[in-house]
């Protein structure tokens, strides 16, 4: 699946399909699960959750997405603005992952602003699985 991106002040009120919106001075991506069960995936961007890469043509969204609340439970990476489906994980590997996220944010908060080391993990090394 190829998604579109675009680039705006403001989330739009009505969010299309196979659109990633990116608003860089709301510091928030935002765009319809890519399953089609019609959720909204808000992703914000900071050190800690994720990051967005424009390379000119199309953007990629890191870390993975999970959408672990959603019924769907659908999970994914936005690459170069195509749709890679990773594995569907279990309640204890979303539990584990959250409760990193949680002590990743501590971590960066309580060390003056530089990035968890878990955060500094390769792309290429979460997307074969080293890497919960």
Do not use: Q
């Not at 675009?6 to 399953?35: A, G, L, N, Q, W």
């Not at 870390?63 to 603005?81: A, L, M, V």
Request: charge should be negative; include cysteine.
């Amino acid at each position: 699946m190829i998604l579109k991106h675009k680039f705006v002040d403001k989330i739009p009120d009505s969010v299309e399909e196979d659109v990633v919106y990116v608003s860089i001075p709301y510091e928030t991506v935002i765009h319809k699960c890519c399953c089609g069960c019609g959720c909204e995936v808000v992703t914000p961007l900071s050190p800690t959750d994720w990051s967005v890469t424009f390379n000119g043509e199309s953007i990629s969204l890191e870390p993975s997405i999970g959408n672990w609340s959603f019924k769907c439970r659908s999970h994914y990476w936005i690459t170069e603005n195509e749709v890679i489906w990773s594995t569907k994980w279990g309640d204890k590997r979303i539990e584990e992952v959250r409760k990193r996220d949680f002590e990743d944010k501590v971590e960066y908060f309580n060390n003056a602003g530089r990035a968890p080391e878990s955060k500094k993990k390769s792309f290429w090394g979460k997307l074969l699985g080293l890497f919960p």
